[in-house]
């Protein structure tokens, strides 16, 4: 299928704003746009920080999309201090002895990478891919150390009251007539508790330190330790990576915030033209306490996000939404909604479903942006995510059984099903409410106990069931009715009397259809007893 034009999606809006205002900046030593995106490694990097990325990456999509050619970074702000221990760490103790540290320097707590940054990183860098996010990492500690900004740093110095008077129009207190705008971690202690006490106006820099007592004088060309305060580093870097689009959240983007300050500074300071943004807002966390990162610790990643989401309804909810409105990722009940609500979408992408053509246009472009590959080239088999949990709870969780009972689908679609199934089956266990759960009964089961007039009903129903290959799930419905009826039976009552002896349950599935699914050879043996 041709990939939609003149779309109306959000992605497509910001692509096109991004071509007409910026198409100026590309020349001889810029082939293509840069689009960029970053956070500071500090902790776990949760679903919240993960909007941006997919925020910038369904952007630069949709630049390719039109032909253009565009550059994806993500900054890695891995030379930023280590504040705080997030309550989700392990090896607490060991790591406060780190603070005031630049986090690249703290170690890994868990051991297996370089350094606790590294550590925050190489999680989310083994994650991207899997939904189809594949930009070019930029490590700052890196750069830093390797003076690659020592220039923007220089800059930064000899605009030191210019750039003060930007920050200044924005701080309730002014900066302190001896403020510098460099940042030092101590050669000697590591800690960033030092101040910078002169510049020679060339390219040296003496500080002291507070917690060791090292004062010295070093070359911003050749140090390691000097780094830019994070309201003037953001431009610096806009204008070193000649970035033309970077989307910031509703922390960054608000009067007088960072990005106020970086859009000024850019331009006076450092003769960039600040790029293209929106404003993303936050997400919550429905079904499982609400928040993405709780006081007790846990946080919700991109990890757990998969564990119940197909990587591409990953997508879709966040192609799907506006990213200035607030949404929430649902552990809940409306897990199967979202489910639902992709399984359509993709049916209109397909023609197999018809709705007024304005909508469609929208949820075809909503559709190919969802996709981590390129759009499959005939419709994905698709299974109701409610009838895959019923399945799968019949057949104790077993994947191989439940494919076995499928008799319509390909060799070529299994691997997909497999994906949903596991989303399923830890939706299942993990999430679902109480009222959804099942397990079928076998025939080595006890016997519930049941009067006279139950047992008959029972009987009547497991007459139903032999026959039930000439039922459809209305006649079955019907004649399950019937059999209360004949023998004085309350509807109710009967319900839950069918329920105790499936599955020890009040409650559960549509009776008729989970009689259907679950197939003779399982229920059979189950009411034969009685
Ligand atoms: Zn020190």
Redesign the pocket.
């Known amino acids: 299928m041709e990939k939609t034009t003149n779309s109306i999606h959000w992605a497509d809006i910001n692509a096109d704003k991004i071509i007409r205002e910026r198409k100026k900046s590309l020349d001889a030593d810029k082939e293509a746009f840069v689009c960029a995106s970053g956070i500071t490694p500090s902790g776990t990097v949760h679903i919240g920080n993960f909007r941006e990325i997919i925020s910038v990456e369904l952007v630069v999509r949709a630049l390719r999309d039109k032909g253009e050619k565009v550059k994806f970074i993500y900054s890695w702000d891995d030379y930023d201090v280590f504040r705080k221990v997030p309550a989700n760490m392990p090896d607490r103790e060991m790591l406060e002895k780190y603070l005031r540290f630049p986090i690249t320097m703290v170690p890994d707590p868990w051991g297996k990478e370089k350094s606790y940054a590294r550590a925050n990183e190489a999680e989310l860098e083994s994650l991207l891919p899997i939904v189809g996010v594949y930009p070019s990492y930029i490590y700052q500690a890196e750069k830093y150390r390797k003076s690659d900004y020592a220039k923007g740093i220089r800059t930064a110095l000899e605009n030191r009251d210019k750039i003060r008077k930007i920050l200044d129009a924005h701080r309730t207190s002014p900066l302190e007539d001896k403020w510098i705008p460099v940042s030092v971690f101590?050669?000697?202690?590591?800690?960033d508790?030092?101040e910078v006490e002169n510049w020679d106006n060339e390219w040296n820099i003496t500080y002291s330190?507070?917690?060791?007592?090292?004062r010295e004088t070093v070359d911003l060309r050749k140090t390691s330790c000097a780094k830019l305060p994070w309201r003037i580093d953001w431009p610096m870097r806009w204008a070193y990576e000649k970035v033309d689009f970077e989307p910031a959240g509703k922390d960054h983007h608000s009067e007088g915030g960072s990005f106020d300050t970086a859009e000024l500074v850019s331009k006076e300071i450092f003769g960039h033209e600040p790029p293209v943004t929106f404003q993303y807002d936050f997400l919550s966390i429905k079904g499982r306490g609400g928040k993405i990162s709780s006081s007790s610790g846990e946080v919700i990643s991109l990890r757990d996000v998969l564990e119940i989401y197909e990587p591409e309804i990953v997508r879709y909810m966040f192609a799907g939404t506006r990213p200035n409105t607030e949404f929430a990722i649902s552990f809940d009940l409306d897990v199967i909604k979202i489910y639902e609500d992709y399984d359509k979408c993709e049916r209109i992408y397909f023609g197999r479903e018809i709705i007024n053509e304005k909508k469609a246009e929208k949820e075809r472009r909503i559709y190919e942006l969802s996709q981590v590959k390129s759009v499959p080239e005939e419709m994905p088999y698709q299974i109701p995510f409610r009838h895959l949990c019923n399945l799968l709870q019949i057949n104790s969780g077993s994947l191989e059984a439940v494919i076995g009972e499928l008799k319509d689908i390909r060799e070529s679609q299994k691997e997909k099903l497999k994906t949903r199934a596991l989303c399923a089956w830890n939706w299942i266990t993990n999430f679902a409410p109480e009222d959804f759960r099942f397990t079928l009964k076998t025939s080595s089961d006890q016997a519930e106990a049941v009067d006279e007039i139950s047992a008959k009903v029972l009987r009547a129903v497991a007459d139903q069931v032999r026959k039930l290959d000439s039922h459809t799930e209305a006649s079955l419905s019907e004649s399950i009715y019937a059999a209360a009826q004949d023998n004085g039976m309350d509807p109710k009552d009967l319900f839950r009397l069918i329920y105790t002896v499936l599955i020890g349950k009040e409650k559960g599935p549509r009776l008729a259809g989970f009689i259907i699914t679950a197939g003779k050879d399982k229920i059979l043996p189950i009411l034969e007893k009685y």
């Open positions: 101590c050669n000697k202690c590591n800690k508790t030092t330190c507070s917690s060791c007592g090292n």
